[in-house]
C-alpha cells in the first residue's frame, strides 16, 4: 500500500530564505508526483508535476526533483517570501490511478 | 472560466439531513475524482469516474454516500443522513487521459455537520 510522508510538518523561517521541504512514498510505481499548495481553508493550486520519468521541474523561484528508485521528491523555495506562507502538500498518482496524498508542511515565512 | 467549478462552496446541515454536492469538470476531460480533505490532513481518495462509469470506490465511501455522473459531464455526490464525522471539504477534479495524467482541482465544498 503506497503511503507518503512530508517531512517537516510545520517550518517557520524569515523572509529570504532559501528553503527544502520533503516527500517520501513508499512504492515506486507512479505515474507522476505533484506538489501543491493550499491556502487557509481553501482549494489546492497546482504547483508542479513531474512525471516518473523525469528528474525534475522548475517554475520561477520553485524547484522539484523526483528520484523515484529511493522514493523521494524535495520541493525548493528561493528566496522566499511572506506570500509563500501557505501548506504544502505533495501527491503521487500511483498504479491505480489515484491521487495520494502526504498530510502536508505548514510553511509560516515571517516578514 | 475553463477550470473545475464545486457547488455550493459552503454547505451547513444538521444531523440527519441529506446533501448534495455537485462537480464540473473541465470540459473534455473524461475522467472525474472525488477526494476528501479533513482538518489538517491531505486528501483522501473516495471514488474516481471514466466518462459514466464509476470505476473504483474507496472503502471509505459507506453506504451513505453515492456518487453519480449520468452523462459523463458534470457529478453529484450525495450523503445520506449525515454526521458530524461527514464535516469536511468535498474535492473534485479531472483529468484528461494521456495528458501527463494531470488532474485539476476545483475549489472544494465544505461541508459542517452541525
Known amino acids: 500500500k503506497q503511503e507518503v510522508t512530508q517531512i517537516p510538518a510545520a517550518l517557520s523561517v524569515p523572509e529570504g530564505e532559501n528553503l527544502v521541504l520533503n516527500c517520501s512514498f513508499t512504492d515506486s510505481a507512479i505515474y507522476n508526483l505533484q506538489w501543491f499548495r493550499q491556502d487557509p481553508g481553501k482549494g489546492l493550486t497546482s504547483l508542479l508535476l513531474i512525471q516518473s520519468s523525469q528528474r525534475e521541474q522548475t517554475s520561477g523561484r520553485l524547484n522539484a526533483s523526483l528520484d523515484k528508485s529511493s522514493g523521494r521528491s524535495t520541493l525548493y523555495i528561493a528566496a522566499s517570501q511572506p506570500g509563500d506562507s501557505a501548506t504544502y502538500l505533495c501527491a503521487v498518482l500511483d498504479s491505480n490511478y489515484q491521487l495520494i496524498w502526504g498530510a502536508g508542511t505548514k510553511l509560516i515565512i515571517k516578514p | 472560466d475553463t477550470g473545475v467549478s464545486q457547488n455550493p462552496r459552503h454547505k451547513i446541515t444538521k444531523r440527519g439531513q441529506n446533501v448534495t454536492f455537485r462537480c464540473d469538470p473541465i470540459?473534455?476531460?473524461?475522467?472525474l475524482y472525488w477526494y476528501r480533505q479533513t482538518l489538517g490532513q491531505g486528501p483522501e481518495f473516495l471514488t474516481y469516474f471514466q466518462n459514466e462509469a464509476q470505476l473504483e470506490k474507496s472503502r471509505l465511501l459507506s453506504d451513505r454516500f453515492s456518487a453519480e455522473r449520468p452523462k459523463g459531464s458534470f457529478s453529484t455526490l450525495e450523503i445520506q443522513r449525515t454526521e458530524q464525522g461527514d464535516s469536511a471539504m468535498y474535492l473534485c477534479?479531472?483529468?484528461?487521459?494521456?495528458?501527463?495524467?494531470?488532474?485539476?482541482f476545483g475549489p472544494g465544498t465544505r461541508l459542517t455537520v452541525l
Open positions: 470540459s473534455e476531460h473524461n475522467r
Open positions: 477534479a479531472s483529468s484528461l487521459p494521456g495528458h501527463y495524467n494531470e488532474q485539476f
